[in-house]
């Protein structure tokens, strides 16, 4: 993808079938309604190939309700995870990119989570250029999420219209009568 902490995330599911929770949000997010706009489908699909502890349920479950795709209160689509800057809450030096990444293990922490800002000399130096020796970002991120969320204001507003402007109290429709309404019959 270009963003080292979604890298490092997917080459650590594909070597060793496992990634934490903290991950598998994150990708999710990247995923679908984050930056890529792609069917939760997609993720689910990919989960389950690689996924030592996979269950369909809960793997589907969570990918619908990441991507806002599952019945919820309100389409919450203020959080937005930035692949830049998340991984830093909990990673400051980038370790995680560099045991995953090992092209990226020499850059300082600095530009380890956007190592496409580094200067040339920089990525030179680490052994590593941007755009040759790893990709560059696939999207912009802040355009990317900022359509998004666009989108998803759309679709909550779309939803809300067909349950009368009152948002469910809960996260599931609870008879035949709001799945009526919810669906607009």
């Known amino acids: 993808t270009g963003f080292p902490f979604i890298d490092a ?7 060793e079938g496992w990634i934490h929770h903290i991950m598998r949000n994150t990708l999710a997010m990247f995923l679908t309604r984050g930056d890529l706009w792609l069917s939760w489908e997609h993720g689910l699909k990919f989960f389950l ?13 969570n990918w619908m309700w990441v ?29 995680y990119i560099r045991k995953y990444i090992p092209e990226l293990k020499h850059f300082p922490a600095k530009f380890i989570y956007e190592p496409w800002n580094a200067p040339h000399t920089v990525q030179a130096a680490a052994g590593c250029v941007i755009g040759t020796d790893y990709p560059r970002p696939m999207v912009d991120h802040g355009k990317a999420a900022e359509r998004n ?3 998803m204001e759309k679709q909550q507003a779309l939803l ?26």
Not at 9 to 15: A, E, F, V
């Open 9 to 15: 995330g997917i080459r650590q599911l594909k070597k």
């Open 49 to 61: 190939s690689y996924l030592l502890d996979a269950d369909w349920s809960v793997c589907a479950g």
């Open 67 to 95: 991507s806002s795709s599952a019945f919820e209160k309100s389409l919450d689509s203020t959080l937005k995870l930035d692949p830049t800057t998340y991984g830093q809450t909990i990673d400051q030096e980038g370790l």
């Open 149 to 151: 969320q666009q989108r």
């Open 160 to 185: 809300l219209q067909r349950c009368s402007m009152k948002q469910p109290e809960h996260l599931k429709p609870s008879d035949e009568s709001e799945i009526k309404v919810f669906f607009g019959f």
